[in-house]
């Protein structure tokens, strides 16, 4: 394992599971399976039980440290045989334990393997990559509807700042600033990421990267400071229109469609 802050935990808690005659393998998915986990990294933790008793909702007796610890956990039924608890630690760790039988096919990534009782389990757990991030082609119509509902979101927030209504207008400047991002990584591409509302850190990296480097420091520029009076909101949104009208008219030319 990388010599991590995550690492004590993982290795008291592996030693504890491995200890529990009821878990038949343990390993990890995520970023810390490639090795390019840093300091921040969540900590995707697989365990797989002997079936045929189905899952249960609460956390294995053996991961009393996770227990200790949690200050919020999310647990997601996948099915009869799968649960994913999600929880916040004491010290800000994130930790996914996915729980499973062995009779369930492991789930599509990249794996590092900590142990393993069950001879047709470890067959399957061999290897394992993640699924890559995948962007369709731009699509002009699409892009157009884009460009239009960006001046439609501009009708709003100034609605709202006349109306005083500045809470609101934060929310009207983030989807403004999405939409930009989105138009931006077409320009730079050729591809379509997408709504970015949908997006999570995983398929935002590969977006992100590619529009550092080609904007580098300029990106954040053009998407204006925050902002906490009507007036800098004003300022903030005039500096994403600039660049929104740029890559819009460049996006209508290259795409072959009439700029709205």
């Not at 996770?66 to 649960?83: E, H, K, Q, S």
């Not at 930009?180 to 949908?198: A, H, K, M, Q």
Request: with cysteine; net charge negative.
């Amino acid at each position: 394992l990388p010599a991590l802050p995550q690492r004590p935990l993982l290795v008291e808690l592996a030693h504890d599971l491995w200890a529990d005659p009821a878990v038949a393998a343990l390993w990890l998915g995520g970023s810390l399976a490639r090795g390019v986990g840093d300091a921040h990294s969540d900590v995707d933790l697989r365990i797989a039980l002997t079936p045929p008793a189905p899952v249960p909702d609460t956390l294995p007796a053996s991961a009393h440290r996770l227990t200790a610890r949690m200050t919020y956990c999310f647990t997601y039924r996948i099915a009869a045989d799968a649960v994913l608890h999600h929880m916040l630690l004491d010290d800000g760790q994130i930790y996914d334990l996915w729980v499973q039988t062995t009779a369930r096919e492991p789930s599509r990534e990249a794996r590092l393997v900590l142990g393993c009782r069950d001879e047709a389990l470890a067959s399957k757990l061999n290897g394992g990559e993640d699924p890559s991030v995948q962007f369709k082609l731009a699509d002009p119509e699409e892009i157009r509807q884009v460009i239009g509902g960006f001046w439609m979101n501009l009708r709003k927030h100034r609605k709202v700042l006349a109306r005083g209504l500045t809470l609101i207008a934060w929310e009207g400047e983030h989807r403004l600033r999405q939409d930009l991002l989105r138009l931006w990584y077409v320009e730079t591409t050729g591809f379509d990421c997408g709504p970015l509302s949908s997006m999570t850190i995983h398929s935002l990296t590969p977006m992100v990267r590619a529009l550092e480097a080609v904007h580098k420091g300029a990106a954040l520029k053009a998407l204006g400071r925050s902002s906490e009076t009507a007036a800098e909101f004003g300022e903030t949104v005039e500096s994403v229109c600039v660049e929104g009208v740029r890559v819009g008219r460049s996006l209508a030319e290259r795409l072959g469609f009439d700029y709205p």
